[in-house]
């Protein structure tokens, strides 16, 4: 059951300024906050601006709905006028009216709790509202609310232009938040985009990297040595492979400690990744045991670059008193062999070198 609260004929923009203060009161005698105060003022302006503008006048009332499980505000706006063309369109926001009829009524529908709209040739009723909660009606007195809304002065417009200035202002600064907050999270979110690619980075070089001496491991070996015997036998090209073993290593790890042993590794594929090219590789295999994939390059060229990895660790110095020398095993990929044969054939070569008198690059 609905109870009639204040009603006013509108035709002209001091009715609107009128109908939207008492909009105003009503909100503030029910008790809403000060953002739905604005919304419900920016409803009735909306709505009635398009009853004076396009229908040249017409009624708004304001209601109490007094339904126990759903009381609310109810407010109607009806015209004479000749109707809102393409209404359901405006409200889906599909169309764009060319004379302004009918502006603001999709704005409105989305900031009220209710909303509903009848339009034909005979005129529109726009019936909107929002819905009350037990909070706000508990003490509720409507005769009371009744009398100050009839009393209120009509004539005082001066005081709703200020206060619909102080909205513009609130909504100018709040908009200045909203923008600082995206700005802020906008920001925070890029730092957590580059912080999830520096963390797939490090998970990815820790799932194919050695994480002592930052040579690749032998999933990645697997991988890389079979992709690259694909590209060498569609396009004709050389690879080679080259095995390579510190000497004695486990005299040093005796003698001089782990962790001796540890930076030796480490010098020793600093100074490979040095011997080689970009486009090669470098694996640890195992161990004091590393895996060197030379692409483009033949057996004899392999040899070359073994034997500079050799000389190069046979004249560093590393800080202990026992001279660190290396024995590379290396061999050429033969098509259509496997990539685990040319690893076989390069063990071989490896173990060649160290049987006879460690310190030396084999080539078979």
């Known amino acids: 059951m609905k109870e009639l609260l204040f009603s006013l004929l509108i035709n002209n923009e001091l009715d609107l300024v009128i109908a939207r203060k008492k909009a105003r009161k009503i909100a503030n005698l029910l008790n809403f906050d000060y953002i739905n105060e604005i919304k419900l003022a920016t409803a009735v302006s909306e709505i009635t601006r398009n009853a004076i503008k396009y229908a040249g006048g017409g009624i708004i009332e304001f209601y109490f709905d007094k339904l126990d499980y759903n009381p ?3 407010i109607i706006v009806s015209d004479k006028g000749k109707g809102i063309k393409n209404v359901d369109d405006i409200l889906n926001n599909n169309f764009i009216s060319t004379n302004g ?4 009524i999709a704005g409105t529908k989305n900031i009220m709790d209710f909303f509903h709209i009848e339009t034909s040739d005979n005129g529109t009723t726009v019936v909107f509202g929002k819905n009350l909660t037990n909070e706000q009606i508990k003490s509720l007195d409507l005769e009371k609310i009744k009398i100050i809304i009839a009393t209120d002065q009509p ?13 513009i202002l609130k909504t100018l600064e709040e908009i200045n938040r909203k923008k600082k907050e995206l700005e802020e999270l906008n920001i925070s979110l890029l730092k957590t985009n580059n912080n999830l690619l520096q963390t797939q980075t490090l998970l990815k070089e820790l799932a194919t990297k050695d994480p002592l001496t930052g040579a690749f491991n032998r999933l990645k070996l697997d991988e890389t040595l079979n992709y690259e015997i694909n590209l060498a036998q569609r396009y004709g090209d050389f690879l080679s492979v080259i095995m390579l073993d510190i000497d004695f290593f486990k005299k040093i790890n005796d003698t001089y400690g782990h962790q001796t042993g540890d930076q030796v590794l480490k010098r020793i594929a600093e100074i490979v990744n040095r011997c080689i090219r970009k486009t090669d590789f470098l694996f640890r295999y195992g161990g004091e045991e590393f895996c060197i994939l030379l692409t483009k390059t033949d057996g004899e060229k392999a040899y070359i670059v073994a034997e500079r990895i050799r000389t190069t660790i046979e004249n560093t110095y590393f800080e202990i008193p026992a001279q660190i020398t290396v024995s590379l095993g290396l061999t050429q990929y033969k098509h259509p062999e496997s990539y685990h044969e040319t690893i076989k054939r390069a063990d071989s070569a490896l173990y060649i070198a160290k049987n006879t008198g460690r310190n030396r690059a084999v080539l078979i």
Request: glycine residues 10%; proline residues 0%.
């Open 101 to 104: 009829m009918g502006r603001g």
């Open 155 to 167: 004539e005082n417009v001066v005081e709703e232009l200020l206060a619909q200035n102080k909205e």
């Open 72 to 74: 609310k505000l109810v």
